[in-house]
């Protein structure tokens, strides 16, 4: 899986969430989130970090650079090092590397960049990861809500049930903003591993709260539209049924609420706009009730 598929879900939880990063990579040393610096741009042609945050500890400030990798690639280690030097001239800071891996893999994940003549190690650049599947227990526990969106990806073999625990864990977000874009983060990555027709079933009660999202994906955006124009339809469809029903109601005796709710009941089956349309002038000149049902 390309990590460019993911890069605006991760954009969202680095900035959104940097302080937990900070928190799982430094879980005993007093180090707090101070600023984020957005879309860096490094003194390389094309070249560009997303998640770079200020922090601070014992007075001292350093910048944060976050980078994700589905999984690990040969070239990472010397990239980090390129990174790390570029950041620290750009901007005379010490640098704090942390390197996340999203997807299980059993082989062992190198924190350093070496150059060596022979068998001797000449430079060594040693960085922080972290194998966020580790922490899969924690996120279902609830001790990591905000990463909820990322367990389908740590998890062995996702499930419906691990989409619906990332949705309850996401609904307890109380802040409206957040909630809506972990919900369109859960749906993001997500389809890479459900149909899409089944999570937009699964999802359908949330649609109001993704409306609210930061981004969203094409494929989801077509289906809130589509939704709209269908949710458009049935209340142009529900108008013509209470006009029929005002109608009849005024001209013929129907002060039975059973009478009422059968009517009603027939006029619901109906959905073609235009039959119902036929009926409203039908409504207007049957003689009889029993004669507007012929």
């Known amino acids: 899986m390309p990590i460019n598929i993911f890069d605006r879900v991760l954009k969202i939880l680095a900035r ?36 770079v945050h200020r922090v601070v500890h ?26 790390s030097a570029l950041l620290t ?19 062992s994940i ?55 625990r990332e949705r309850e864990l996401i609904l307890a977000e109380e802040d409206p903003q957040k909630r809506a874009d972990l919900l369109a983060c859960a749906v993001t990555i997500g389809a890479r591993y459900f149909d899409k027709e089944f999570l937009w079933r699964f ?14 994906e094409d494929w989801l955006e077509e289906k809130l539209e589509e939704g709209l124009q269908q949710g458009l339809q049935q209340g142009s469809l529900e108008a013509r049924r209470q006009d029929i029903l005002h109608i009849l109601r005024t001209r013929f005796d129907l002060s039975e609420e059973k009478a009422t709710r059968a009517l009603m009941e027939r006029l619901q089956e109906i959905e073609d706009q235009a039959l119902l349309q036929g009926l409203v002038m039908e409504a207007v000149q049957a003689e009889s009730l029993e004669a507007f049902w012929a």
Not at 127 to 153: D, H, K
């Open 16 to 51: 959104n969430y940097a302080a937990r990063f900070l928190q799982l990579a430094f879980p005993t040393t007093e180090v707090y989130l101070a600023g984020t610096l957005e879309n860096v741009e490094l003194a390389l042609p094309e070249q560009r970090v997303d998640f």
């Open 58 to 83: 014992a007075g001292q400030e350093y910048l944060l650079h976050m980078e994700f990798q589905i999984e690990h690639r040969a070239e990472v280690p010397r990239r980090m090092f390129v990174y």
């Open 89 to 107: 001239q750009q901007f005379d800071l010490p640098v704090i590397t942390l390197v996340l891996y999203l997807q299980r893999q059993a082989a």
């Open 110 to 164: 190198p924190g350093t960049y070496e150059v060596r003549v022979g068998s001797e190690l000449v430079n060594s650049f040693t960085y922080r990861t972290l194998r966020l599947w580790e922490y899969e227990g924690a996120i279902r526990r609830g001790q990591y809500p905000e990463l909820a969106p990322l367990l389908v990806m740590l998890v062995e073999r996702p499930d419906r049930e691990i989409l619906t």
């Open 203 to 216: 999802f359908r009660e949330e649609v109001e709260m993704l409306k609210g999202a930061s981004f969203i």
